[in-house]
T-cell receptor, first 114, second 110 residues
Framework: DTGVSQDPRHKITKRGQNVTFRCDPISEHNRLYWYRQTLGQGPEFLTYFQNEAQLEKSRLLSDRFSAERPKGSFSTLEIQRTEQGDSAMYLC????????????FGPGTRLTVL | SQQGEEDPQALSIQEGENATMNCSYKTSINNLQWYRQNSGRGLVHLILIRSNEREKHSGRLRVTLDTSKKSSSLLITASRAADTASYFCAGTGTASKLTFGTGTRLQVTL
C-alpha cells in the first residue's frame, strides 16, 4: 500500500459530460503527478504540482482538462465535455522531494466514456 | 508518445525460472526506475538505479544500466506465480516527470 488513494475507482459517463477525479497523497508528498494510461500502453505524463503550484503540463492536457491542488494536499483532475478518446486509466503519484523521484502511485481511476 | 521500449513485449516462463526484460530509452536520464503493474491496478515501484550506477540488487531483482547504449535490464530470479504482471521502465530526465516504456507482460505459470 503506497498510501495514495484515488476516488472514484471507476467512472462511466456519457460523451459530453464533465467528470472530476480526486487524488489524496500522503502528507510527505510535496510533488504530485497525474498520468493517463490507455490499454496496452505505459502511463503518459499529464501534469504535476510542487505543493500547490502547477509546474508543468503536457501537450496531452487539452483545454478541456484542468487540474488543481489547493493547499498542496489533495488534487483534482477535471475533464469537461468528455469524448470517447478520454477513456483511459487516470493515475496519480506522490513524490517526496527529498528522494530520487521514486513515485508512489494510487490505484487509478478507470474512466469509460460511452 | 512513448520514449522507451521494453523487450520482449510478452514473456511466458515457468515458476522457478529467471525472467529477463530489457528497456531502451531515447533521451539522457538522471535515473531509471522499474515498476510493476498488476492487471487493472496502479503501479508499484520496484527499484531505482542512478545514472552513475551500473548494477543494483534488491531481493530477487537485479537491474543493470548502460548509459552509453541507453539501455537497462531487469532480472527476476526464481520467479513465482505472483510475479505475473506488466513491468515498465521509466526514466527521469532534467524534468522530474517519468517517461515510461510500453511494458513487458510477464506470465509465470506453475
Amino acid at each position: 500500500d503506497t498510501g495514495v488513494s484515488q476516488d472514484p475507482r471507476h467512472k462511466i459517463t456519457k460523451r459530453g459530460q464533465n467528470v472530476t477525479f480526486r487524488c489524496d497523497p500522503i502528507s510527505e508528498h510535496n510533488r504530485l503527478y497525474w498520468y493517463r494510461q490507455t490499454l496496452g500502453q505505459g502511463p503518459e505524463f499529464l501534469t504535476y504540482f510542487q505543493n500547490e503550484a502547477q509546474l508543468e503540463k503536457s501537450r496531452l492536457l487539452s483545454d478541456r482538462f484542468s487540474a488543481e491542488r489547493p493547499k498542496g494536499s489533495f488534487s483534482t483532475l477535471e475533464i469537461q465535455r468528455t469524448e470517447q478518446g478520454d477513456s483511459a486509466m487516470y493515475l496519480c503519484a506522490g513524490v517526496r522531494t527529498s528522494g530520487y523521484n521514486e513515485q508512489f502511485f494510487g490505484p487509478g481511476t478507470r474512466l469509460t466514456v460511452l | 508518445s512513448q520514449q522507451g521500449e521494453e523487450d520482449p513485449q510478452a514473456l511466458s516462463i515457468q515458476e522457478g525460472e529467471n525472467a529477463t526484460m530489457n528497456c531502451s530509452y531515447k533521451t539522457s536520464i538522471n535515473n531509471l526506475q522499474w515498476y510493476r503493474q498488476n492487471s487493472g491496478r496502479g503501479l508499484v515501484h520496484l527499484i531505482l538505479i542512478r545514472s552513475n550506477e551500473r548494477e543494483k540488487h534488491s531481493g530477487r531483482l537485479r537491474v543493470t544500466l548502460d548509459t552509453s547504449k541507453k539501455s537497462s535490464s531487469l532480472l527476476i530470479t526464481a520467479s513465482r506465480a505472483a510475479d505475473t504482471a506488466s513491468y515498465f521502465c521509466a526514466g527521469t530526465g532534467t524534468a522530474s516527470k517519468l517517461t515510461f516504456g510500453t511494458g513487458t507482460r510477464l506470465q509465470v505459470t506453475l
